[in-house]
């Protein structure tokens, strides 16, 4: 980890997992990578290590996830029975969208793994699964423009880009919107282990709203342009093509078209 510096340790008893204890620090190349790489010494389950600042952000794909300070940058390290580190950054949506909506943001799921305002991006989830001496590890990973200045932001995005802090007139700490939020993680979690996946599916799916809309995926193999008809039980999107036929995309460049 290099020059990472811890600068604080919290403990939260009373959540069954995710969450029960936080290491904050001021910096880290990316959050998820400072995770995994803790996960060679066998750590608890639930860790969530949050950082003020990334100096390498990643979202999906490799792509550049800018960190500015201000922002909320956290992972949170994951041991499900099932490989399944797709079907929960979907998941995850969830929570993160009740934590932005609880705080004056009525955002919305954009699958696979965006929080929108008004067709601004304002929150992403970057979920990994690792194994590590076979025991399998989901590292998730989520972003949030929080107290940021959306001048602070890329160029590039500030068009596609919002901020709690630009949508809301009341200050919100970070610490405040964290704790919120990995209460919610927390809950969800505990339902994943306790219910059979189709339901939270069903969850998710009733929230997302790309779901019905006009899309175009491209994967390695093709591009289909189709409507977003359902998710499937493996947190794929399934796209029905112009004559009818049923495609499922996991990974690649989605394109909602409206």
Known sequence: MGSSLKIGE??????????????HYDVVESTNETAKELLDDDIEEGLVIWADRQSAGRGRQGRA?????GG????????????HAWVLGLLVGMPVVKALRHFGVFAVLKYPNDAVYQGRKIAGILSEGVYRRDKYHVVVGIGVNTNVDLERLPPDV????????REVNLFVANEEFLD??????????????????EFLIKDYRGQCTTIGKRVTAT???????????????NGALI???????????VDGNLKVLG
């Open 65 to 69: 996830w800018a960190s500015p300070p």
């Open 158 to 165: 500030q068009g596609s880009a919002t901020t709690l802090k």
């Open 72 to 83: 909320l940058y956290a992972s949170v390290i994951l041991k499900p029975k099932e490989a």
């Open 10 to 23: 919290f403990q939260a008893p009373n959540r069954k997992l995710a969450g029960r204890s936080v290491w």
């Open 180 to 197: 919120y939020l990995l209460n919610q993680v927390d809950d969800l979690y505990s339902r994943y282990q306790n219910t059979r996946i």
């Open 219 to 233: 994967t390695a193999k093709a591009t289909v342009s189709g409507r977003a008809y359902d998710i499937a039980p």
């Open 239 to 249: 796209i029905m093509d112009d004559q009818n036929a049923k495609h499922e995309f």
